[in-house]
């Protein structure tokens, strides 16, 4: 919903620290290229089904601009995804490019993301997309490591959890965070409804670049919401 920060910037290792691209032969693995659902279209809400999904995810409260817990979730949830992806290269031969941040939003009454826009209420999930080989044993592993460096404040609260969204509706807002209210209202106001929806689950974004270094009016953020086909008559 807002400041969104890459893993250059929390504590993620460097190839001399954790082994260098292509040293151990590791085959890669391309996970955007493999889940079609981490692309979009602008301008338009497509429906999709998404498959259940595993993710590194954290939970927290408040404003993501201002709020201590989010930039405590950011610090720790980053160096456990990049151990992980090293351990994977270096000791199980699978490599894979860390995944963009994603974050699941809600509040008690919608309109705080919609009309109000009021961070102050915004309860959320941050998490990184892991595949499916990485196992609770290997979090453990890593959490032990990035836990000795003592620059992780929340990595015990992160958690290895598969998420099943199902049937969604989706679209690539290109542009500033604040402006994607209207774009919300319109999903759920019109699209919804014209198409025999309804809302469930929680709203869910994924990160495709860096807000800190990427001009606003060129941020490109998916847009998800999961949704259910309305009971026929109703």
């Known amino acids: 919903m807002d400041l969104q920060i890459t893993a250059s910037h929390w504590g993620a290792p460097s190839d001399a ?3 260098a691209p292509g040293q151990t032969g590791a085959m890669k693995t391309d996970l955007k290229r493999e889940i079609p659902t981490y692309t979009a279209r602008p301008g338009r809400f497509d ?3 998404v498959p259940p999904l595993r993710y590194l995810m ?3 409260q408040g404003d993501p601009n201002t709020a201590p817990a989010y930039r405590d979730a950011l610090t720790s949830l980053y160096p456990l995804a990049y151990t992980l992806k090293f351990f994977s290269k270096n000791e199980l031969g699978r490599d894979y490019g860390v995944m963009p941040l994603e974050a699941l939003w809600w509040a008690d009454d919608p309109t705080a993301f919609t009309t109000a826009r009021d961070k102050s209420r915004w309860e959320w999930t941050l998490m990184i997309l892991t595949p499916d080989w990485i196992t609770a ?3 453990e ?3 032990t ?4 460096k003592g620059d992780a404040p929340v990595v015990d609260e992160v958690r290895l959890e598969r998420l099943d969204e199902g049937l969604c509706v989706q679209t690539l807002h290109v542009g500033p965070y604040d402006d994607e ?3 919300l209202a319109d999903l759920h106001d019109r699209f919804v409804p014209e198409q025999g929806l309804r809302l469930v689950g929680k709203h869910h974004e994924i990160y495709l670049n860096d807000a800190r270094r990427t001009d606003p009016a060129k941020l490109r953020t998916i847009l998800r919401q999961p949704v259910a086909r309305l009971a026929s008559g109703s």
Do not use: P, Y
């Open 145 to 148: 490591k990035v836990r000795a």
């Open 47 to 49: 429906v999709v089904t």
């Open 141 to 143: 592993a890593a959490r």
């Open 181 to 183: 209210g209207l774009v």
């Open 137 to 139: 044993d290997h979090l």
């Open 58 to 60: 954290v939970d927290g």
């Open 17 to 19: 620290q954790a082994g």
